[in-house]
C-alpha cells in the first residue's frame, strides 16, 4: 500500500519500479540495466527517483542480489544512476547531450542560473566588424575549399599568440585546431587511448567528460580530492591499481567549483604523470578569464600534456574554435582523429578567430568579460554573504554549498518551482561517493543585472526558509 506524508512542496520518490525483463535475451544484469535506460528514456522514471534496494529487487525479479548489484554498477557507469551512502541509488540528473535543451532552455519566467555562458559586455560588438571584414576579404571563397586536417597555418598561428599571450610560450607547430575546445577533449582522448582503456579525473567534473567517456568506451574512475582538485597520492595509486592511459583536469576556475589549483599541487600531479607515462588532458576553457595567468600543469610535464583552450568562454560560444598545444609525436595521431570526426574545424571560424587574435579584439571581449564577471559576481557574492560559497576572481559561476538538512536535488526541485533554475551536484559526480549537497549558481544566462539579483535573492530566501518535505513510504 501506498502511504504519502505531504507538506508543502518538495517530494522524495520511493518507487515501486519493475523492470520488464522476461524476454530480454543475454545477461539478467545487462537486461535490468537496458530496461531501466528505457524506462528513464520514456520518462517512467525521473530524476530523483530512489529505485528498490539490492535486495528487493533481487527478491521481486527472483535474482541473486550480484546481480542487481552489478546491474546498478552499469546504470551508474552509464551515468544513469547515482549512489548516496547511507540512502541508495537514485536516478541521476542530465549530464549528457541529448539533455542540453532541458539546461539551456528556460521555462518562461524563470530565472536560469544553469548555463556557464560568456557575460555579455560591450566589447563583443566589435566582433561583427571583424566578421564583415573577413566575409569581404579576396580569400573568403578559398576558405570555403578543404584545408588541412589540422587547420592552416597563419589559423595556427594566431592560436599559438593567443595561449603565449595567456603566458604559456608556444608555437604553431605545437597547435591542433578543433571544432571548440570539446572537440579538442574527443580528439585528445581518441589519439591517447582505446575502448576499455581507464582514464581519471577530479571526483568532481565537467559532465560533458562522462558522455566522451561512454562514447569512446572509456572506463572513468574519480579521484579523492580536496578543496584544490584531485591528490596527487590517490592519482599515484590509482596508477599502481589501473593502467592509466589519462588524467583528465580543469585546473583554472575548476568547474564547478571555481577553484583554481595552486602551483605545488600542479607540479605534484604532473610529477606522478611523467613518472607512470600518462597522458594529461588539460582543459582551460576559463583560464582566460582568470585575474592573473597560470602556468598550465602541462608546461610542467610537456613530454605527456595535451592542453585545450577555445573561444568560446571568452569570446564567442558559436565560434566553435578550439586549439591543442600536444607533443610532437602525438600530432599524426590528432590528425587522425580530426580527420575521423569532422574532417577539419571550420576555416572561416578559424579565419575569424584569428583575426580576432592578431587584432586585439579577442584580448579586449576578453577583459570586458571579466569586468561584468566581476560585477555580476559581487552581487552574487553580497546577496549569499551568510551562506559558504567557493567563487575566484574571474568565475562566471559559484558553488553554493548547501546546510543541512537540504540535499542537492531537492534544492534544485524547490528552486524551479520558485522560479529559479540551478544545476545540483550530481552530473559533476563522477564515481560512487557520498553525495556532495551542493550546486552551481552561474552568472552569464540572466538578461541582466536585475534579474541575476532577483534569481540569487530567491536562492537566499529559500536558504534562509529551509525545506519542507513530502515523504512518499512504501509499506
Not at 571548440?180 to 581518441?190: E, R
Not at 571526483?203 to 578543496?227: E, K, M, N, V
Request: charged content about 20%; aromatic content about 6%.
Amino acid at each position: 500500500m501506498l502511504h504519502t506524508y505531504s507538506v508543502n512542496c518538495i517530494f522524495v520518490t520511493m518507487t515501486n519500479w519493475m523492470p520488464q525483463i522476461a524476454d530480454a535475451s543475454g545477461p539478467r544484469y545487462l537486461a535490468i540495466a537496458e530496461a531501466l535506460a528505457g524506462d528513464i528514456a520514456g520518462g517512467r522514471l525521473k530524476p530523483g527517483d530512489r529505485l528498490p534496494t539490492h535486495r528487493e529487487l533481487a527478491w521481486q525479479l527472483g535474482v541473486t542480489v550480484g546481480t542487481v548489484s552489478r546491474a546498478y554498477a552499469e546504470a551508474e557507469r552509464r551515468g544513469l544512476t547515482a549512489g548516496e551512502v547511507g540512502r541508495g541509488t537514485f536516478v541521476a540528473g542530465p549530464t549528457g547531450p541529448e539533455h542540453l535543451s532541458r539546461w539551456h532552455d528556460a521555462p518562461p519566467g524563470a530565472i536560469p542560473l544553469r548555463s556557464a555562458h560568456p557575460i555579455p559586455c560591450e566589447e563583443e560588438s566589435a566582433i561583427a566588424e571583424v566578421m564583415a571584414r573577413c566575409a569581404a576579404s579576396p580569400r573568403a571563397m578559398e576558405l570555403l575549399a578543404y584545408q588541412p586536417h589540422r587547420g592552416r597555418p597563419e589559423h595556427r598561428e594566431a592560436g599559438a599568440q593567443w595561449i603565449t599571450e595567456n603566458g604559456f610560450p608556444v608555437d604553431a607547430d605545437q597547435i591542433t585546431i578543433t571544432a571548440g575546445a570539446h572537440h579538442g577533449m574527443m580528439v585528445v582522448l581518441a589519439a591517447v587511448t582505446r575502448p576499455g582503456d581507464h582514464i581519471v579525473a577530479d571526483s568532481l567534473t565537467y559532465p560533458g567528460l562522462r558522455s566522451l567517456t561512454r562514447i569512446l568506451g572509456l572506463r572513468l574512475d574519480g579521484l579523492a580530492r580536496d578543496r584544490h582538485g584531485p591528490l596527487p597520492e590517490a592519482f599515484e595509486d590509482a596508477c599502481r591499481t589501473h593502467q592509466v592511459k589519462a588524467l583528465y583536469l580543469c585546473p583554472t576556475l575548476h568547474n564547478p567549483t571555481s577553484i583554481t589549483m595552486p602551483e605545488e599541487r600542479r607540479r605534484a600531479l604532473a610529477e606522478v604523470a611523467r613518472r607512470h607515462g600518462v597522458a594529461i588532458v588539460e582543459d582551460d576553457v576559463f583560464g582566460f578569464l582568470a585575474d592573473q595567468p597560470v602556468v598550465p600543469v602541462s608546461a610542467h610535464a610537456p613530454e605527456q600534456g595535451y592542453y585545450i583552450c577555445g573561444m568560446a568562454k571568452t569570446v564567442a560560444p558559436g565560434l566553435r574554435i578550439g586549439y591543442v598545444v600536444a607533443p610532437a609525436e602525438a600530432q599524426d595521431r590528432l590528425n587522425h582523429a580530426i580527420s575521423s570526426t569532422c574532417w577539419m574545424a571550420c576555416p572561416l571560424a578559424a579565419e575569424i578567430s584569428s583575426e580576432l587574435i592578431r587584432s586585439g579584439i579577442a584580448e579586449q571581449v576578453s577583459a570586458g568579460r571579466r569586468r561584468v564577471a566581476a560585477k555580476r559576481r559581487q552581487i552574487a557574492l553580497e546577496v549569499l554573504d551568510r551562506w559558504e560559497t567557493d567563487c575566484e576572481p574571474g568565475a562566471n559561476f559559484l558553488w553554493l554549498h548547501l546546510p543541512d538538512p537540504w540535499r542537492s536535488s531537492e534544492f534544485v526541485a524547490e528552486a524551479e518551482r520558485r522560479g529559479t533554475l540551478v544545476t545540483p551536484s550530481d552530473p559533476f559526480m563522477v564515481g560512487r561517493r557520498e553525495s556532495i549537497h551542493a550546486v552551481r549558481v552561474c552568472f552569464g544566462p540572466p538578461r541582466d543585472e536585475a534579474e541575476l539579483r532577483r534569481g540569487v535573492k530567491s536562492l537566499a530566501a529559500q536558504l534562509e526558509e529551509g525545506p519542507s518535505y513530502a515523504f512518499t513510504n512504501m509499506v
